[in-house]
């Protein structure tokens, strides 16, 4: 469908990861300064790995889904291509 | 049910990653040298990561998911927690 294209363009993982991390944290009304606290991380780090700007490790991925309550799987899940 | 629970002990991100990996590497029929070569790796890097020792890197979940031709979501998913 041409018209779904746009939506359809190969996201890398922290593309994928930044994008899931603003979302969630969006839905449920946090700022990055809450989630980063929630999570034991900097606010800025937190920023930075929103806008795909870090190659943030596993660790890190498993205290941001702590946070969140889910599982580190979920926060690399591409909606797209599922 | 008690006679799963073994089964159901909480896994680190970094110990399901490293199950999934050895556990589709061996499905495959691969070497940890073929793999590593197939994803752009060290062959000890490969390794250490099956035993949960490094802490990895977004990029290289994905480097290793393309390896494998998975979305790098799957290769965190923990079959007990499903």
């Not at 449920?28 to 034991?40: P, T």
């Not at 930075?48 to 889910?70: P, T, W």
């Amino acid at each position: 469908m041409p018209s779904m294209s746009k939506n359809l363009k190969y996201l890398t993982a922290r593309e994928v990861f930044a994008r899931n991390l603003k979302k969630l944290r969006m839905a449920r009304g946090l700022s990055q300064e809450a989630l980063a606290e929630e999570a034991g991380l900097h606010r800025t780090y937190v920023g930075s790995i929103e806008r795909g700007e870090r190659n943030i490790s596993i660790d890190n991925i498993e205290r941001l889904a702590n946070a969140f309550g889910l599982a580190p799987s979920k926060l690399l899940e591409n909606e797209n291509s599922r």
